[in-house]
């Protein structure tokens, strides 16, 4: 009887082992996922009892959202209200998180893995966990600068996206209408339903027709298709892209005769874009060039939710009338000041494209840097030469062209305007810039949504952003 | 044998202390009645004391392994119930069954040292104990979710099965024991397969049969599950036939898959075991699925005592008690709970082995069995590695059946362990068996 015994021994041990690997496999193997089971209210549940980390601006001092003790719980507060709140977002145990309050929970949320000795020790004794802080690398000036811009611009809706070229940080990143975050659990319903959908990040994820910035881009194939600055095109007043029917006609009916490419630029010439675009650049040019710039991209990497840019259709459907409007960003071109901050951003840095960076540093609760991303390379768009020339044609507008409103005492701009026709209401008004243009610190793109035209509406505006930005960063 | 185990046994207290005062100091609960944590440890002593000194041969570590679950179990009960208005007192109420399981213990200590004369009341026993399980489907029985299993008895209520499955593996040990040569050996053969005579299976077939009808009547999967595989593990013992075990398992897939078919409460655990998460606010996986999210979220060590939310399990102090453990105490927790239940099988097995005549050997196997399969089951169920079926957690579940019957089957081996251990005399001896 024993070896019987002895064998049912075995057997029952075997599944005591296998109850430790099932044991193991839920809780090391899946523990991730079944933590992230939309079902699981476990770590809102554990969010509530410990704070979640600080989120500051890039200054260290000014708090965006912090958690404050009520009762055995922790609400969530943001003492900026409405500035931060397109950026910041919202934390609700019933409406869920957006912002950064979702692209770095991980790092806020009292949940995060323990990493440091101190973190460890404090967890394994069941210690709440207080998240980590997280720093922006926005400029609350800035912030606040560009937001009172937008606020008090001419249609009061709009969005402002200003970054250092140089390392891709966002300085500023604004959207207006905004709405106030705290006390989300009870305004949700009340903000939810309001017409001008401030929930929308109108500078990442709201998708706008750009109009004649998009002559950067174009501008941009032309020179890598041998165009030259000094070549002369000639300006009757309109263009049949299909030698019959469609024309393309200059803002207000204007035509200039003979010009060269770089005043076609200072001056916005669409006949002479459209042109160029049919005759030297080409669907799948002008496409791609669009692409390396960040269209079509959603910026993954990125903490906040961006909607990518779009040429429409891919260049194999598009008709001569599609590229020759396309060129002058209408057709079905769609984008943002986030994306378009990008663009200019890449030809402000020497035709290099950084990537995009709102998060400074994230330390924990005793000030220990965790992390500190540093500034990388997203691609080379242009070839140091090209992006001369084009930086070259693009400080024209601001001296030479239609961006006068843009110059600094000085300091040497370059830009490009956007008056974009919408199918409702008054134009979009854009601006792109950056400056000083011979050793670019800030880049800025302004959309003041159905705003007029740019020279009014948005040139001074990106103009103020910048003059301020110079002044900081002189110190 | 490990005759003494007083170290053991004072650990095993001091662990339950320790848990206690993190509740009460670190999460400031408020300390139950000091005068239950002391008949609780003095109780423990007490049948430690008297097992030593009446039954010197007799293997005490299992009391501090009790000791030790039975600890881990108060101080969980305590730390999901404390602040839950209504059952607030669950705790103190488990020492009382405690208490009671222990007097019990105490009196088998005392009075059984001969048990080999309930052999002689075998057939009694089954009777018994298929009496006993059929009375809930009398006025005195009552329904909880949706399993008829408790009987109204005055003030308490009992859970039958607890106690049959004692006076059950007491018959089939008798009974195994004396037919043990004439099942093992075979007398005709058909088909080309040799079978012993029928007739000696008669009476172990037909209480077998009638347990298995009578919970699954009752919608009791869980026990029916136990009093299926403990008979067959017996039978294999006493025999030493591998066939029965294979004849068993064939039955059994053929008894699952009709009760699949037939039984609608078996195709729902079924599938809230094969796929819950579609299905996770839900009836019928609601508890699995916060089980196994409270499990991940203990992870390696655990969220601390006190620190998880397995509350959000519905009647998690019963038979989810091991959830509770793994999310506070996490993997390395759950481990030593699960390896402290495996020494207990050990000793078991060990004192079947070194048990003098096959009716000691497979009553003491049979208790083990039935202490190893039932913790397999409920653990294996809490954690989705089989289909959940409600049995408790020996020793740490709370329940007032299953305690008392958990300290019943423990005294029956202190006993078994004392003629055993006196047997072979040397420590040395049972060392090397």
Known sequence: MNKHLRRIFYLFSAGFVALVGVLAYWQVYAKQSLADNPNNGLQSRREVQAPRGLILANNGQTVLAKSVKNGSEYKRVYPQGPLYANVVGYWSQRYGATGMELGENSNLSATAEPRTLDELINQMSGGPQPGNNVELTLDPKLQRLSYNLIKNSSSGQGSVVALDPRTGEIKAMVSYPSYDPNNIDKRFPQIEKDPNHPLLDRAAQGLYVPGSIMKTITAAAALEKGVKPTDVFNDPGSYYPMGAGYAVTNYKGASYGNVTFTKALDLSINVIFAKVAVEHVGAKALYDMAQKFGFGDTYDQFPLQVTPSSMGPPPSKWDNNYLATA???????????????????AIANGGVMMQPRIVKEVRSPEGVILDRPHPSVKRRVLDPQTDETLNQMLRSVVTQGDAGGAKIPGVAVAGKTGTAETPSGAPNAWFISYAPANNPRIAVAVLIENGGDSETHAVPLAQKIMAAALKETQH | MARRATIPLILALLITALGFATLIVVRGATSPPLIYGASYAGMLIIVYIVTRVWLPHADALLLAVVALLTGIGLVMIFRLTYDVKGIENLATTQVLWILIGSAVLLFIVLFFRNYERLFDYKYLFALAAIVFMASVATPLGY???????????GPVSIQPSEFARIALVIFYAGYLADKREVMAATSRSFLGIQLPALKYFGPVAAVWVASLVLLVLENDLGDSLLFFAVPLLMLYVATGRAAYVI?????????????????????????????????????????VVQSLFNIADGGITGTGLGAGFSQTIPEVQTDFIFASVASEFGLLGATVVLL???????????????????????????????????????????????PLTGVTLPFVSYGGSSVVGSFVLTGLLLVISEKAGKAFG????????
């Open chain 2, 340 to 386: 402290a239940f495996l020494v207990f099988v050990y000793r078991g097995i060990k004192i079947s082995m070194l048990a003098q005549d096959p009716a000691s050997k497979l009553l003491a196997f049979g208790v083990t069995a039935m202490f190893a399969i039932q913790t397999l089951i409920i653990v294996g169920g809490v954690t989705k590695a089989i």
């Open chain 2, 143 to 153: 329904e909880v979710n949706g399993a008829k299993l408790w009987l109204h008895l």
């Open chain 2, 247 to 287: 004849l068993g398992v064939i039955l059994f897939a053929i008894g699952a898959l009709a009760a699949y078919n037939f039984v609608g409460h078996v195709q729902l655990r079924v599938e809230a075991w094969l796929n819950p998460w579609p299905h996770a606010q839900q009836q019928c996986c609601y508890q």
């Open chain 1, 327 to 345: 060129a002058f960003g209408q057709a079905q071109v769609q984008t943002n000041t986030f994306e378009m901050a990008q663009v200019v951003g």
């Open chain 2, 426 to 433: 040397s420590e040395s001896a049972y060392k090397g068996a």
